[in-house]
């Protein structure tokens, strides 16, 4: 951790379906059949040094909170159930991990305003494959649990691995509650060739600024990075690296509103000013900071079409509108 310059105690985790020793479970053992060898599944990732201060991690009900007062992250083993007869290695849940953490965090609450955030392996929900013909048997088994328990707990982000290309999405628990779901990808697998160009490394930076005052939902925006061996590191681009450099987020905003409030701003600056752009846009109406790139081009494409006039710039935050 010397070389990150980020201390051990700042490092939250969880394992993965990789990081089971296969070789501590012949194929068909269980945990009631040969009991001390199903324990030692976790026994090279629990012995690491930086990967040891949460020993709940790996016997039932596989699950650990931390809480510095600035933010908590509650993390769940979902290899837990995983081993070498089960022939999709799907991730899963138990009820009773879900109950335990419930009852933990009724007696240990998290403060109000304290950023939550759910780490667990494997995808909650099912993204589109790479590659045509490809079947995906490893998506989480409890997911509608999962979320329910989400949307009672006020959870802010669940952060998954297991699916190697990115994706950053919003949810909406069936309670009303918003949260955000971010699919990291992988920052050190070894992919092969054949994927190049469709799949990358990648590290992404989670930036939070405050939450929204009204809904209380969090704002902010996630930074990506992605890795190729002729460029090294640079901002991901969405065409190839699967997800945008820059992606902005925060309480939902209905598409019609976002119309109505930008018409008079850009069609005032048009008329005195020639042009419009994101930062008069963003001027105007502080929520467009954290408008996806989606919402907001297609609000602009509604405008332009109403009002008559063009746009220039492939990005959102470069595009100008104007009138020819």
Not at 33 to 39: K, L
Request: proline content about 7%.
């Amino acid at each position: 951790m010397a070389a990150t310059g980020i201390s051990a105690n700042s490092v939250y985790y969880t394992p993965g379906n990789h990081d089971v020793d296969w070789s501590a479970m012949p194929a068909g053992a269980t945990k009631n059949s040969n009991p001390s060898r199903w324990n030692m599944r976790f026994q090279p990732m629990s012995q690491t040094a930086v990967f040891s201060g949460a020993p709940s991690l790996y016997r039932e009900p596989y699950w650990h909170v931390w809480n510095n007062g600035n933010l908590a992250v509650i993390t769940i083993n979902t290899a837990a159930g995983d081993h070498a007869s089960e022939p999709n290695h799907p991730g899963t849940i138990s009820a009773d991990t879900l109950s335990e953490i419930g009852a933990h965090l009724r007696t240990h609450p998290i403060e109000k305003d304290i950023p939550r955030i759910l780490l667990i392996h494997h995808h909650p929900l099912q993204y589109p494959n790479v590659f045509p013909n490809w079947k995906d048997f490893s998506i989480v088994q409890s997911q509608f649990d999962l979320f329910t328990f989400c949307g009672q707990h006020q959870i802010d982000f669940v952060v998954h691995g297991h699916r190697h290309q990115p994706h950053f999405n919003r949810h909406i628990c069936k309670n009303g509650h918003e949260l955000f779901v971010v699919s990291a990808g992988s920052v050190s697998q070894r992919f092969p060739s054949y994927v190049y160009g469709t799949i990358s490394n990648q590290y992404h930076v989670l930036s939070l600024h405050g939450r929204d005052s009204t809904r209380r939902t969090l704002k902010g925006e996630l930074r990506s990075y992605a890795f190729s061996q002729v460029s090294k590191w640079q901002p991901s681009a969405a065409t190839t690296d699967g997800i945008p450099a820059v992606v902005p987020f925060g309480p939902h905003v209905d598409p019609n509103t976002v119309v109505k409030d930008l018409i008079p701003v850009v069609k005032s600056l048009v008329d005195n000013s020639k042009v419009c752009t994101y930062e008069h846009l963003r001027s105007a109406k502080k929520y467009v900071r954290y408008l996806t790139p989606e919402v907001l081009s297609n609000a602009i494409d509604t405008i332009c079409s109403q009002l008559s006039l063009k746009t220039m710039g492939t990005d959102i935050h470069s595009r100008i509108i104007y009138r020819s």
